[in-house]
């Protein structure tokens, strides 16, 4: 195992249903980078993540997440589905949710942490997962009670819990306002750091996580592209992905704005915006 | 009821020995911990996985199957059972992707349920149409329990929360959170499949004592009530199983001593404590 590769794809095409979604795809995520995956609707970001998860085996080339073939290590990869935010009256501690994510699966009852050392283990685990993501003021709280950010964190919290060397998040930030989305990445980037572990994470919008990336991974019109964020997000980068004109101009503040992209980020917003 | 010989003092060591006084009091005593002890647990898990319509729909098949029983001569207990086992296994046959959750089925199953109610009401006609054994089936038999049922009781809720304790905790991670415990490698669809069957058997139960219509006073309400009151799974369970306890007690203690059925009493403790426990912890309550 070559260990500074955390996933490597090399000439790799995944399809579904026999049409490819992206072909020829080469990248190599490094041992804990923080990378998003990017891309329009449709294009593969879900899809690149079943790969990686070993759900879905690529119809061409090679792929090698954690060492091994994908699915191998499915016990090493955290997965923080698309989701869903809990239903108001769901009347289950955040504390509880993270503790299912470390043994939930498992059958029978634990036993009380009074008796039992491993069940104090378990606990002292799920509450230093809650500090990490700085919960602790509402773990206590019924999750169907917490705001969406609050309710992430815990999530990535439940997804960390079982020590994974891989944290896949799919579009984690796409239920929070704009403040928000930037707390949860500085806090994955402050995780991705003090716990080594490497993270990809879908997103529609790249700015408010722009600060926080090693690598970005970028899915459009049947390819994908791997780089640091300035090379794959730059003007001849996407023209030849998209293989139309693109421009990426810089706001003031460091914000990347995409000029000409087929699709138009706002694209998921237009069926509201045509009301009668 | 025996009221002219129970009359209530301020001596409740007295009382308690005028409750006891009676093998068939004693029974529906025993009887009544059984139910609520498997009501108030698995009621606890169908309120969180939100299959009280579920739990209803079986609860209505209960009764033509106790009918059916009655009219083929067979234990109306396996009539209750029988019927609810088949009911569980057909609602995990059309509920949405085996998962429990009813849906866009609720109004085919709202016809069955109508027709269920019908053909019970046919087989109790065939019987004899004695009115009183329809109100049995209905209300309960609260008083008619007989030492033979509190011993197969018995046997069925050991079983019954035997498997609760092992399918715990996978339930309680599929139920809060299927998308994730699917992806942990959880059975969730066979959880589901098992858990209607649990939900079955504590219909089942539950209907012989209470009778069909008033399952849910201890099935719904203490469960609905202990999670207004705690978001802890474990407080969570024992709580719905002490308010079951207790309203299916208390409601049997006041019956002997008032003119007015346990019935009425059980469903009345358990709706007042909902409702007070309602008012008073607000509309979030506290963890």
């Keep these: 195992m070559s260990d500074g590769e955390a996933v490597a794809l090399a000439g790799a095409t995944a399809s579904r249903g026999g049409a490819p979604v992206w072909s020829g795809v080469d990248l190599t995520i490094g041992q804990g980078e923080f990378a998003a995956v990017l891309g329009p609707n449709g294009a593969g970001k879900s899809t690149f993540l079943d790969v990686v998860l070993g759900l879905l085996p690529l119809s061409a080339g090679s792929a090698t997440v954690l060492g091994a073939a994908p699915g191998a290590r499915r016990a090493q990869i955290g997965y923080l589905p698309q989701r869903r935010s809990f239903d108001a009256g769901t009347r289950v501690r955040g504390r509880d949710l993270v503790r299912l994510g470390l043994d939930g699966g498992r059958w029978g009852l634990p036993l009380p942490a009074a008796l039992s050392p491993a069940s104090r283990a378990a606990a002292g685990r799920v509450e230093e997962m809650i500090e990490l993501v700085g919960a602790g003021a509402y773990a206590s709280r019924p999750i169907g009670a917490l705001s969406g950010g609050e309710q992430q964190r815990l999530l990535i919290a439940q997804a960390l819990v079982r020590r994974p060397r891989l944290l896949l998040l799919d579009e984690p930030l796409d239920s929070l306002d704009l403040s928000n989305q930037g707390a949860v990445a500085a806090l994955v980037q402050r995780i991705c750091e003090s716990e080594g572990v490497t993270v990809l994470l879908v997103a529609h919008d790249v700015n408010p996580i722009l600060g926080y990336l090693d690598r970005v991974v970028y899915f459009a019109a049947g390819q994908g592209v791997e780089g640091t964020p300035r090379e794959v997000i730059s003007g001849p980068t996407l023209s030849r992905l998209y293989g139309a004109p693109i421009e990426v101009l810089e706001a003031s503040d460091g914000r990347l704005v995409v000029v000409g992209t087929p699709e138009p980020p706002a694209h998921h917003h237009s069926r509201h915006d045509h009301g009668h | ?287």
Aim: hydrophobic residues 60%.
């Design chain 2, 1 to 287: 009821m025996a009221t002219e010989l129970a009359a209530l003092s301020w001596n409740l060591v007295g009382d308690f020995e005028q409750l006891t006084a009676y093998p068939f009091m004693v029974q529906a005593l025993e009887a009544g911990a059984i139910v609520a002890a498997m009501a108030g647990a698995i009621g606890w898990f169908m309120v969180l996985r939100r299959q009280v319509f579920a739990g209803h729909t079986l609860s209505v098949i209960a009764f033509p199957g106790a009918a059916g029983a009655t009219l083929a001569g067979l234990p109306i207990a396996l009539g209750y059972f029988g019927a609810c086992g088949l009911g569980a296994l057909a609602l995990s046959l059309v509920s949405r992707a085996g998962e429990g959750q009813l849906s866009s089925e609720s109004a085919a199953i709202g016809t069955v349920q109508a027709f269920g109610l019908g053909l019970g009401f046919l087989f109790v006609s065939l019987y004899g149409g004695q009115l009183s054994g329809l109100q049995s089936l209905l209300f309960g038999t609260f008083l008619g329990i007989t030492a033979g049922q509190v011993q197969t009781l018995l046997w069925i809720a050991v079983a019954a929360l035997a498997i609760l304790i092992v399918l715990g905790r996978p339930l309680l991670f599929a139920s809060v959170d299927g998308a994730v415990a699917r992806a942990a490698g959880v059975p969730t669809r066979w959880l589901a499949l098992a858990f209607l069957l649990l939900l079955g058997m504590a219909v089942a139960a539950t209907a012989e004592i209470t009778g069909a219509l008033l399952v849910f006073a201890l099935l719904v309400t203490p469960a609905a009530t202990a999670q207004r009151l705690t978001a802890r799974p474990g407080r969570g369970l024992a709580l719905s199983v002490l308010i079951a306890l207790a309203v299916t007690w208390l409601g049997l203690a006041i019956a002997y001593f008032s003119p007015y059925p346990v019935g009425f009493w059980v469903t009345s403790l358990s709706f007042g404590l909902y409702v007070a426990v309602r008012a008073l912890a607000g509309g979030g309550g506290k963890a």
